[in-house]
């Protein structure tokens, strides 16, 4: 039977053979180096922000410049606001981003999943007002 894991690698070999004062030249010219960067295509501001979420209590909201909107999984605070600003035309002063689960329902006798969503509190500065039309 052979044993598993017996070759050594290439930095195994490399760091039993290399002095340790010369281990911490290897490491630093290692970390010089720059990480791979995973670039992914910058998301525009109407596939950020899917829907305004209109609720009693986003009405209420509303009417002291907060407003409420379902944005997509992997959307941040600040692609938010710059979606808001590009959308709206007002500059957010404050996002809040609320992660709601998934709930399971039991409705006439059947069950049934409501989707979770993404939600983003967004508060605009004093004055400003969005007319969802």
């Known amino acids: ?6 070759k050594k690698t290439k930095t195994e ?8 004062a ?3 030249a290897v490491e630093k010219k290692s970390t010089a ?3 791979a ?11 950020i922000i899917l829907r305004p979420h209109i609720t009693e209590k986003a009405g209420i909201l509303s009417q002291g410049g907060v407003y409420t909107f379902v944005v997509t999984k992997g959307a941040n605070k600040p692609s938010i606001a710059q979606a808001v600003k590009v959308l709206y035309k007002v500059t957010p002063v404050k ?3 609320v992660n709601l689960p998934s709930k399971n329902v ?4 059947k069950k049934g999943v409501v ?3 993404r939600k983003a509190v967004v508060t605009l500065k004093k004055g400003d007002k969005i007319d969802f039309v």
């Not at 039977?1 to 017996?6: C, D, E, R, V």
């Not at 960067?37 to 501001?45: G, K």
């Open 115 to 117: 989707s979770g969503m």
């Open 1 to 6: 039977m052979a044993i598993f894991g017996s």
């Open 33 to 35: 180096v720059a990480p």
């Open 13 to 20: 070999v490399v760091e039993k053979t290399v002095k340790p």
């Open 37 to 47: 960067v995973v670039h992914v295509a910058p998301m525009s501001a109407a596939s």
């Open 95 to 97: 996002v809040t981003v």
């Open 106 to 109: 039991f409705v006439r006798g």
């Open 22 to 24: 010369a281990k911490k």
